[in-house]
């Protein structure tokens, strides 16, 4: 077994991002000084030969592969070539280049999406591929299993230790709070807070409210993460989730209340609702001993507090940007 421990010099890709960052947190926390990080400015990881050349100079033992092109649902039905170029590119030149650089261990970030619009509840990794795909978010969820199958194919043939995780949907610190982009969470998050503070007496949210999501802790996957670097080599990939669900009308409720907003939610129905259920089975991940400890409303609450604290940042990144 291919283990990583502190003494190995690690690259987080996408460090900035929700996950990228809560993992570079994580492996700060139990002692890992020799972490690698570049901004886009500084390493353009769909560049090929501006990838070749990080690896050539930096060497690596291990990668974190948490760089990628996400969105909502507006986001990914408006913008589908963007979504696959981007990923695709990303996964080919940072997954073939560590092999060519010999990296001793890759952790490829994947994503629920890649599983079948309508596949049996709650989803076993062995779901992949059984179905049609969910319309709204296609082009992203392809270039996903190709990265995950990048891992396992590169695994087999060459013998790289390369494995893979697939998350629920995630939240938390430094996630993406636009509106225009964002995921159902943290836009929730968003639109309560504008409509307190801009005296708004009604918050309008997509869809129905009936689908049942998975929410997971962005802290409690970056331990998964950490925890499967220094411990887990097979080729299998594995899902990582909280194992409850809630309804997004339910969802909406807890955001409302931790807000503190006190006027009316109104559901436009004519907007898509996605997939109707997304339960992940991690019973793979549990049987190696790993489980999540953050729930749901308090993991909240502490994501609406660092969104209060970050608020005023974020409002001028997005005006500068």
């Known amino acids: 077994m291919t283990r990583i421990t502190r003494e190995n010099t690690v690259f987080v890709a996408g460090h900035r991002g929700l996950v990228g960052s809560a993992i570079e947190r994580k492996l700060r926390e139990k002692g890992y000084e020799k972490l690698l990080t570049k901004t886009r400015s500084e390493l353009d990881l769909t ?11 930096e060497k690596p033992e291990a990668v974190i592969l948490a760089a990628a092109r996400v969105g909502g649902i507006g986001a990914n039905s408006a913008y589908p070539a963007e979504f696959i170029y981007t990923n695709l590119a990303i996964e080919v030149n940072v997954i073939h280049q560590a092999w060519l650089s010999g990296v001793k261990k890759l952790l490829f970030l994947g994503s629920s999406c890649i599983y079948p619009k309508f596949a049996p509840q709650p989803i076993r990794e062995g779901s992949l591929l059984s179905g049609f795909l969910e319309p709204t978010n296609e ?10 199958k990048m891992c396992e194919y590169y695994s087999t043939q060459y013998g790289a230790s390369f494995i893979s995780v ?16 964002s995921h159902v969470l943290p836009a929730m998050i968003r639109k309560f807070d504008d409509a307190v503070r801009n005296g708004d007496d009604k918050v309008v949210l997509w869809g129905s409210g009936a689908p049942k999501r998975e929410f997971l802790h962005v802290d409690d996957l970056a331990g998964a993460c950490v925890y499967l670097l220094e411990g887990y080599s097979g080729t299998a990939f594995l899902n990582i989730g909280s194992g409850r669900e809630v309804t997004i009308r339910k969802l909406a409720g807890i955001v409302k209340k931790i807000t503190g907003f006190s006027g009316e939610i109104v ?3 004519a907007k898509p609702d996605g997939t109707p259920r997304k339960l992940l089975d991690i019973s793979r991940i549990t049987a190696l001993g790993w489980k999540p400890a953050i729930d749901l409303e308090s ?23």
């Open 299 to 321: 993991g909240i609450e502490s994501t609406y507090r660092w969104y209060l604290a970050n608020r005023s940042r974020l409002m001028e990144e997005k005006n500068d940007g």
């Open 139 to 148: 082009a992203y969820a392809i270039a996903k299993i190709a990265g995950l």
């Open 166 to 181: 697939m998350p629920t949907n995630l939240y938390g610190p430094n996630d993406n709070f636009d509106p225009e982009s």
């Open 47 to 57: 560049d090929q030969s501006s990838v070749r050349d990080f690896f050539g100079s």
């Open 267 to 269: 559901w436009d129905s």
